[in-house]
C-alpha cells in the first residue's frame, strides 16, 4: 500500500467525470480547487462531480479548497512586452488598466519607458528605494529607483534581469512585507462557498504569521465547523514565524513556487527539509507543491531529477505531494497521478525506516495511547494497526510517528474518513458503533478480513476509545490474533 498521499489540481484539462473517475482509478487521494480561477458556480457542480466520483469508487475522496490569497499582480494590458536591460517601467499602482494619459511604449534613443499598471495602490506604500520586484515567476527583475511611499503612487524601476512580461502576471517584492491580507474579503466569500458545500480542507494562501490565519479559523468557528486549515508557507517571514503558525493551522504545505522567488533558489531544499520536520513535530500533515512533475504538463514522460525530488521529499517524511498545472491544464493528467503513485510506493519499499516523534504534537494523552500502540506493533509480529478515531486525532498521531505496519482507521463519520485522506500511511473504513469497545473492534476486523485487507492467523493491534471505542476517550491498546478461519482467538 502507497502511504504518501497524492493531490491533484482539478482544472479544464481533468474537469469532466471520467477523467475524475480515471485520476481516482490512478491513486488520486485529495482534489484540489484553485479558487484563484474560475466562479463559484462551477466550483459547486465540481464538488458535486466529485462527491458522485466517491460515492462510485466506494473510498473517501478529499476535497482542498485552495484560497485566492493576496497575489499581488500586473494590471491589465492589450499586449506581450519584451523588456531590455536598463528599460525604464513606471509601475501605475492602484490601476487594473491605464488611463488615457499615458501610453503602454514611450520610445526613446537609448532605452524604452513602459507605463504598466499594478492592481494594488498599497505596494507604492510598500516600497522603499532599491527594493527588488520580480515579475512573472522571477523570470524579469526590477530595480525600484524612486518610490512615493504612499498609497496609488507611481513606482520608478528599472530592468535588471530582461524578459517578457503580460497582463495580469504575477509580482513578487523579496524582503519586502507587503500589506495585504493574507485573508481579503474574495476569501472570506471562498470560505463561506467551501463551508457551505462541506469541503475537507481549506489552504490559506500567502501566511506570514499566525494573525494571517486568524480571519479563517474564526470563519469556520462561526459556521460551526472544524474543517482543518492548511497553511501555505510562501513568504520568508512565515520560516521566521513558523512556531506561532504550527499553533494555529492544521496543516503545511511548502508552496515552492512563490516560495522559490521570494527567497533565493538554493535556499529552498533545506527550507523545505526544516519546514517537514518542524511539522512532523507537531504531528501534523505536510504537503510539498509545485513544479513535481512540471515537465509531464507536456510531456508523457518525467524527468529523472523530478523522480529523485519526489524521493527526497519522500525520505524527508513529507505527508503528501501537490500536482498542479500537471493535473489542472497539462496533456498527461491520468498519466502524471499514475507515475506521482508508482514512484512514492517504490521509494517507500527501500526505506529501511521512516521514524518520527510528534514530540510537541497536541493532546498529550491520545498521543501516550498512539505511541503504546505503535511501539507494540514494532515489537510483535503485527500486521496492522487498527485506530477507532471519532474526528480524526488519534489517527493522526498515529500516522505520525510512521508505523511499519499497514493502518485502518474506523469511524463512524464520512467527514473524518474524508479528512483523514491527507494523512501519510492511513485508509479508512466506516463501521457503526456498538456500545462496547470489543465489539465495534471486532465488527472493524470483519470487515478487514471480508475484504481481504487482513488474512487468517494475522495478529493486529488496536487504538481505541473505551468505554465505546470511537467516541470514547482515546485510552486502550489491545492485540487481538486471528486462527485459520479468520476467527479472534487472542484478545488481550
Known amino acids: 500500500m502507497r502511504r504518501t498521499r497524492i493531490i491533484g489540481t482539478i482544472g479544464p484539462a481533468s474537469d469532466?467525470?471520467?477523467?475524475?473517475?480515471?485520476?481516482?482509478?490512478?491513486?488520486?487521494?485529495?482534489?484540489?480547487?484553485?479558487?484563484?480561477?474560475?466562479?463559484?458556480?462551477?466550483?459547486?457542480?465540481?464538488?458535486?462531480?466529485?462527491?458522485?466520483?466517491?460515492?462510485?469508487?466506494?473510498?473517501?475522496?478529499?476535497?482542498?479548497?485552495?484560497?485566492?490569497?493576496?497575489?499581488?499582480?500586473?494590471?491589465?494590458?492589450?499586449?506581450?512586452?519584451?523588456?531590455?536591460?536598463?528599460?525604464?517601467?513606471?509601475?501605475?499602482?492602484?490601476?487594473?488598466?491605464?488611463?488615457?494619459?499615458?501610453?503602454?511604449?514611450?520610445?526613446?534613443?537609448?532605452?524604452?519607458?513602459?507605463?504598466?499598471?499594478?492592481?494594488?495602490?498599497?505596494?507604492?506604500?510598500?516600497?522603499?528605494?532599491?527594493?527588488?520586484?520580480?515579475?512573472?515567476?522571477?523570470?524579469?527583475?526590477?530595480?525600484?529607483?524612486?518610490?512615493?511611499?504612499?498609497?496609488?503612487?507611481?513606482?520608478?524601476?528599472?530592468?535588471?534581469?530582461?524578459?517578457?512580461?503580460?497582463?495580469?502576471?504575477?509580482?513578487?517584492?523579496?524582503?519586502?512585507?507587503?500589506?495585504?491580507?493574507?485573508?481579503?474579503?474574495?476569501?472570506?466569500?471562498?470560505i463561506k462557498h467551501a463551508l457551505e458545500n462541506d469541503v475537507d480542507f481549506i489552504a490559506v494562501s500567502y501566511v506570514r504569521n499566525a494573525k494571517d490565519l486568524q480571519p479563517a479559523v474564526e470563519a469556520i468557528k462561526n459556521a460551526e465547523k472544524y474543517t482543518p486549515i492548511i497553511a501555505k508557507i510562501e513568504h520568508p517571514a512565515a520560516i521566521e514565524n513558523l512556531d506561532e503558525i504550527l499553533d494555529l493551522c492544521n496543516g503545511i504545505m511548502v508552496a515552492r513556487g512563490d516560495l522559490g522567488v521570494e527567497i533565493p533558489y538554493e535556499e529552498v531544499p533545506l527550507v523545505q527539509e526544516k519546514i517537514i520536520a518542524k511539522t512532523l513535530e507537531r504531528g501534523l500533515p505536510v504537503i510539498v507543491a509545485t513544479q513535481v512533475l512540471e515537465s509531464m504538463i507536456n510531456s508523457p514522460v518525467p524527468t529523472r531529477a523530478e523522480v529523485t525530488d519526489i524521493a527526497n521529499s519522500i525520505r524527508q517524511g513529507t505527508s503528501a505531494l501537490m500536482l498542479s498545472g500537471e493535473t489542472a491544464s497539462g496533456k498527461y493528467p491520468i498519466e502524471a497521478v499514475q507515475t506521482m503513485s508508482k514512484v512514492c510506493a517504490h521509494v517507500e519499499q527501500g526505506l529501511e525506516t521512516m521514524s518520527s516523534s510528534p514530540a510537541l504534537a497536541k493532546y498529550r494523552a491520545t498521543r501516550a495511547v498512539a505511541h503504546a500502540g505503535v511501539t507494540l506493533s514494532e515489537e510483535e509480529n503485527i500486521s496492522r494497526l487498527l485506530v477507532a478515531s471519532q474526528n480524526g486525532n488519534a489517527a493522526r498521531l498515529v500516522s505520525a510517528y510512521r508505523p511499519k505496519c499497514p493502518i485502518t482507521v474506523f469511524t463512524n463519520k464520512i467527514e473524518t474518513m474524508r479528512k483523514n485522506t491527507i494523512l501519510w500511511g492511513v485508509e479508512s473504513i466506516m463501521v457503526e458503533e456498538e456500545e462496547r469497545s470489543r465489539s465495534t473492534i471486532l465488527n472493524a476486523i470483519k470487515i478487514l478480513f471480508d475484504d481481504g485487507k487482513i488474512q487468517p492467523n494475522d495478529v493486529l493491534v488496536s487504538v481505541s476509545g473505551s468505554p465505546k471505542a470511537i467516541s470514547g476517550p482515546t485510552n486502550t491498546v489491545r492485540i487481538f490474533k486471528l486462527n485459520s478461519k479468520g476467527e479472534v482467538i487472542i484478545d488481550e
Open 16 to 190: 469532466n467525470e471520467g477523467t475524475l473517475e480515471a485520476l481516482v482509478d490512478a491513486g488520486l487521494n485529495i482534489a484540489r480547487l484553485n479558487y484563484s480561477h474560475g466562479d463559484l458556480e462551477q466550483k459547486t457542480e465540481l464538488i458535486q462531480k466529485l462527491r458522485k466520483v466517491e460515492f462510485k469508487f466506494g473510498r473517501p475522496l478529499g476535497i482542498l479548497a485552495d484560497l485566492p490569497g493576496p497575489k499581488l499582480r500586473l494590471g491589465s494590458f492589450s499586449k506581450s512586452i519584451k523588456l531590455s536591460k536598463n528599460d525604464i517601467v513606471n509601475l501605475h499602482c492602484g490601476n487594473e488598466k491605464l488611463s488615457g494619459d499615458f501610453k503602454l511604449i514611450e520610445n526613446n534613443n537609448d532605452s524604452n519607458t513602459y507605463n504598466i499598471p499594478v492592481s494594488y495602490g498599497g505596494l507604492s506604500e510598500d516600497l522603499n528605494d532599491g527594493d527588488a520586484i520580480l515579475i512573472a515567476d522571477g523570470t524579469v527583475r526590477l530595480n525600484v529607483e524612486k518610490s512615493p511611499n504612499k498609497k496609488d503612487g507611481l513606482v520608478n524601476c528599472k530592468v535588471i534581469e530582461p524578459g517578457v512580461i503580460s497582463s495580469r502576471k504575477g509580482v513578487n517584492v523579496p524582503g519586502t512585507l507587503v500589506s495585504l491580507p493574507s485573508v481579503g474579503e474574495k476569501d472570506l466569500f471562498s
